[in-house]
């Protein structure tokens, strides 16, 4: 479908439509979902089972807390997917903020993104892809190569698809979401495929043994490590501009691709609880493979591994389509220089902001300052998202009559639970990591300069983008 059809038909049925900017709306339903799913289920979800479990001390703690870490992200994705609805603009949560509490604070976040914590989590993803990718590969080869140029290959092969145009990206970003699925699916399936399926454990005692207070400080602890692992619900509303229908199918896209990952998390976790001994379980480097390894043998590893470099490179696509264009959106509102808004003519792609922030990643990965530069801003960013969900409280007090394709169910408590949960988690970080929490602010507040510089420029929103070369 044309992309002229494709906005008479959404016109036709009375969607609101917003100046896409020239870029190309072709995402469907499956992949915009793949796009939620793959977005989200990155590394941490094959590593971090173990450390819960050992936190919780208890198989039914252990799911009651990625139950809760779930239930606490679903209020932050039906909050974006009420948003994304009502404003399907590219550059998502730039937008809602800048609607909701004006140009400075849109600006911080798109400076956060850019040089901070969306380029850093692009540097750490593409390590963690190296790390397995080089486990693939026999040794004496594999120790020749250097990971950070395993890492960079990863930014740059991924990049260079969102180049080539938002319809390939987005078939990839499918393919690499159903194979990552489908590795969760076997690991789900393999205790009762093994006949090694105990619920006996769950009668078993507490170790240690826990009081109500305990049990709330294993449940704080637990959601610190967890919550994280549900994030990417809003990749999908960063592209909004790019889907067919907006309207409908964000809201649906982040319903089904945000359920597809709770089912897939609790059924994985309970996966591990059945098909390990809790006591191994509990203490494993590498839980997942020893899953696998237990069932088909030493190969087991491998394809584990395999696994994950699919679902890094998966979370790096999520990543290219969503980051970009938030430097895209800043630079369609003048707040960035206009060539950064720049569209190939052939393949309407945003190739400049996709190859300056590959740029900023790599030279993170170069320096081995990513890790660092992500911990410093895990603070801001965290403090970004809680203001992007508590924008759904200001623009319904701010916009009543804006229309709303989407409302999220049990308002104003669903943003209200991960707007306290968050202040609370916000204060913990400020209290125990001051530092860190300091130096990222610095970090976002370098931008302060490049915000006095471009805010009296007085490019209007919505440029035509006809700035584009050949590559």
């Known amino acids: ?62 799911l009651s807390i990625w139950l809760i870490a779930g239930v606490l992200s679903a209020c932050a994705a039906l909050s974006f997917a009420e ?64 990971p950070k140029f395993m890492a960079m290959f990863f930014i740059a092969l991924t990049a260079s698809v969102n180049i080539l145009g938002i319809g390939r990206s987005a078939r990839l970003q499918f393919v690499l979401t159903i194979g990552k699925c489908l590795l969760i699916v076997i690991l789900i399936t393999l205790p009762f495929v093994m006949g090694s399926v105990d619920f006996s454990v769950f009668s078993r005692p507490a170790e240690p043994a826990l009081d109500m207070s305990g049990i709330a400080s294993a449940i704080s602890n637990g959601l610190i490590i967890t919550i994280f692992s549900y994030s990417g619900s809003h990749f999908v509303t960063q592209v909004a501009g790019e889907v067919k229908h907006p309207a409908k199918d964000i809201p649906r896209a982040i319903l089904l691709g945000f359920g597809a990952v709770l089912a897939l998390y609790l059924l994985l976790n309970l996966a591990f609880i059945i098909g390990i001994p809790f006591d191994v379980f509990r203490q494993s480097d590498a839980v997942a493979a020893d899953l696998m390894e237990a069932a088909v043998g030493p190969i087991g590893a491998y394809v584990v591994a395999g ?13 290219f389509l969503g980051y ?3 430097a895209f959106a800043l630079a369609s509102e003048g707040l960035l220089p206009s060539w950064m808004a720049a569209l190939h003519k052939t393949t309407r792609a945003p190739w400049v902001a996709v190859f300056v922030v590959a740029l900023i990643s790599m030279a993170y990965i170069s320096t081995g300052s990513y890790s ?33 394709p989407y409302k999220v169910s049990l308002y104003p408590w669903t943003p209200l639970v991960f707007v306290i ?51």
């Open 1 to 62: 479908m044309s992309d002229s059809k494709a906005d008479a038909d959404a016109v036709s049925e009375g969607e609101y439509l917003p100046d896409n900017h020239g870029l190309k709306r072709t995402l469907n339903l499956p992949q915009s979902t793949a796009i939620v799913t793959g977005g989200i289920i990155g590394v941490s979800i094959f590593l971090v089972p173990a450390a819960v479990a050992d936190i919780a001390g208890h198989p039914i703690l252990a």
């Open 83 to 146: 948003l994304g609805a009502a404003i399907p603009e590219t550059g998502g949560t730039i937008v809602h903020l800048e609607r909701a509490y004006g140009r400075v604070v849109s600006f911080f976040y798109g400076w956060m993104v850019l040089c901070g914590y969306g380029a850093a989590a692009l540097a750490v993803v593409a390590i963690m892809a190296s790390g397995y990718g080089l486990r693939l590969l026999p040794p004496d080869i594999a120790e020749k190569i250097d």
């Open 307 to 319: 696994g994950i470099v699919l679902s890094t490179l998966a979370v790096l696509n999520a990543q």
């Open 324 to 326: 970009p264009r938030v």
């Open 372 to 404: 660092t530069i992500l911990t410093s801003v895990g603070f801001v960013a965290h403090l970004f998202t809680t203001l992007a969900v508590a924008a759904l409280l200001v623009l319904r007090y701010k916009e009543p009559n804006l229309k709303r």
């Open 421 to 471: 949960f968050s202040i609370v988690y916000l204060i913990s970080l400020l209290i125990n990591k001051p530092m860190e929490s300091l130096i990222g602010i610095a970090i976002v507040a370098s931008g302060f300069p490049v915000y006095l510089w471009r805010r009296g420029k007085g490019e209007p929103a919505g440029l035509p983008h006809e700035v584009a070369t050949d590559l």
